[in-house]
Nanobody, 117 residues
């Protein structure tokens, strides 16, 4: 059974930091590109950051130099380190797994991140 379970979300003050995690199971994690998406209230879901199976990363312009995506294949986990958080970073953060070899795509349920004083 495929599972993507996000954790680590919460309430943080502007300028603060948070690290969220996505633990994967039920598929060959190392063969999948992993991404973080977020959706703010009333807005469309947007790509925040991605990391390929080989470890290459990309980050949205809005989070570049503040957020860092990483993965630990031994733990089947992808992380998003978020620094210098802003109120506009508020949203539900979901992880996404995309197979390198097929069209399989999996989604997690999401974790809420709220940036507010």
């Amino acid at each position: 059974q495929v599972q993507l379970v996000e954790s680590g979300g919460g309430l943080v003050q502007p300028g603060g930091s948070l690290r969220i995690s996505c633990a994967a199971s039920g598929f060959t994690f190392s063969s999948y590109a992993m991404s973080w998406y977020r959706q703010a209230p009333g807005k469309e879901r947007e790509l925040v950051a991605g990391i390929t199976a080989g470890g290459s990363t990309n980050h949205a312009v809005s989070v570049k130099d503040r957020f860092t995506i990483s993965r630990d294949n031994a733990k089947n986990t992808v992380y998003l380190q978020m620094n210098s958080l802003k109120p506009e970073d508020t949203g539900v953060y979901s992880c996404n797994a995309r197979s390198t070899y097929s069209k399989r795509v999996y989604w997690g349920q999401g974790t809420q991140v709220t940036v507010s004083s």
